[in-house]
């Protein structure tokens, strides 16, 4: 599968997954699941796709790094409250507009210029890179998967790091 069509698909489960728990349908097991769907995704975006894709927007893939940490920042708040809280609702709002807004710069802008620019040859190679390395790091979770605290985010280990990380068991580092 194309990495931006392997995307798109993540995007749309976690739209999936903001309506049902907007909805009042959802539950904590939900919360859990968008969590660690998101914090895999930003994963693999930032440690395969944005790397591989940098040379094609390098002020779209930068805006993307920026988006992601104020989206995890606001998906810990998010977690960090009872889902009866009366911020509660409030937290999930704010954090499903990120990322309709960091969907919507993805789908409509950058995915078309990098299917463009990489042809999808380029686009099936990075979409079997970044599959296996979702799939672990979703069972691994989110908590693993971003540094505690809200002073840095994942995003920030990745770009200090300055090269993309490989999940545990890929013959690399986690990032904490």
Known sequence: MK?????AKQHKKVKSLFKK????????????????????HMAIEQQ??????????SDL?????????????????LLAVSMDAEAWKARLVVLKELILHHVEEEEGELFPRVERALGDQALNDLGRRMKPMFDECVERGFESLVPR????TSA?????????????????????
């Open 3 to 7: 990495a931006t069509s392997l995307l």
């Open 21 to 40: 728990l907007e909805s009042g349908k959802g539950d904590r097991q939900d919360l859990n699941e968008l969590a660690n769907d998101l914090g895999a």
């Open 48 to 57: 395969i796709f944005y790397p591989a894709v940098r040379k094609v927007d």
């Open 61 to 77: 893939v930068g805006e993307s790094f920026e988006e992601h940490a104020l989206a995890e920042i606001a998906l810990k708040r």
């Open 149 to 152: 605290g809200n002073g840095t």
């Open 156 to 176: 920030d280990v990745v770009a200090r790091r300055g090269a993309p990380l490989r999940a545990r068991g890929n013959g690399a580092t986690a990032h904490r």
